[in-house]
Antibody
Framework: QITLKESGPTLVKPTQTLTLTCTFSGFSLTTSGVGVGWIRQPPGKALEWLALIFWNDERRYSPSLKSRLTITEDTSKNQVVLTMTDMDPVDTGTYYC???????????WGQGALVTVSS | SYELTQPPSVSVSPGQTAEITCSGDALPKQYAYWFQQKPGQAPVLVMYKDSERPSGIPERFSGSSSGTTVTLTISGVQAEDEADYYCQSADSSGTYVFGTGTKVTVL
């Protein structure tokens, strides 16, 4: 059974760096074809893909946010970490961690973590 | 930047058929994926690689592709199908993108 859970701060101040951790179980990020990604959703708005890391350490980022994002993995802990620098109130939203193995960005999703950016 | 366009809303009566379209220039060469999201919940994958249905998704959900448009069809719509639906694909460089989203209302 594949599960993912996001953890991190619920409130960050503008200009701070956000660090979110995805802790997963039921699969290994060393298995060929597997990826773990991050997707966010501002309140009442559409989904936005952020980043994805694959089993072979390939990393892909949203072009519009690439300069602010870093995705890393700790396979020994079954964790993937996303950092986003220079946070702004427009970055407020729910951040989801996902597993992919069928070619898209998310065949399994975490419950999501609400992050509010406010001073 | 690459965009996927969906109708903002689709309304359908119970038992009827709902068709949700998603248009994008790269769709002839890239697979599409569909997600269902109910209020307060995480999205759920309901279709992958244009027309493949994941395990556990009802047979009334089907997908198709024609040129620059992909379509998610819900046959025999039920009240529980009321949700937001998002398509997702990639551009030629492998950058992923979501569609604008469609709210399906069951009358």
């Amino acid at each position: 059974q594949i599960t993912l859970k996001e953890s991190g701060p619920t409130l960050v101040k503008p200009t701070q760096t956000l660090t979110l951790t995805c802790t997963f179980s039921g699969f290994s990020l060393t298995t060929s074809g597997v990826g773990v990604g991050w997707i966010r959703q501002p309140p009442g708005k559409a989904l936005e893909w952020l980043a994805l890391i694959f089993w072979n350490d390939e990393r892909r980022y949203s072009p519009s946010l690439k300069s602010r994002l870093t995705i890393t993995e700790d396979t020994s802990k079954n964790q993937v970490v996303l950092t986003m620098t220079d946070m702004d109130p427009v970055d407020t939203g729910t951040y989801y961690c996902t597993h992919t193995e069928v070619g898209g960005v998310g065949d399994y999703w975490g419950q999501g973590a609400l992050v509010t950016v406010s001073s | 930047s690459y965009e996927l366009t969906q109708p903002p809303s689709v309304s359908v009566s119970p038992g009827q058929t709902a068709e949700i379209t998603c248009s994008g220039d790269a769709l002839p060469k890239q697979y599409a994926y569909w997600f269902q999201q109910k209020p307060g919940q995480a999205p759920v994958l309901v279709m992958y690689k244009d027309s493949e249905r994941p395990s556990g998704i009802p047979e009334r959900f089907s997908g198709s592709s024609s040129g620059t448009t992909v379509t998610l069809t819900i046959s025999g719509v039920q009240a529980e199908d009321e949700a937001d639906y998002y398509c997702q694909s990639a551009d030629s460089s492998g950058t992923y993108v979501f569609g604008t989203g469609t709210k399906v209302t069951v009358l």
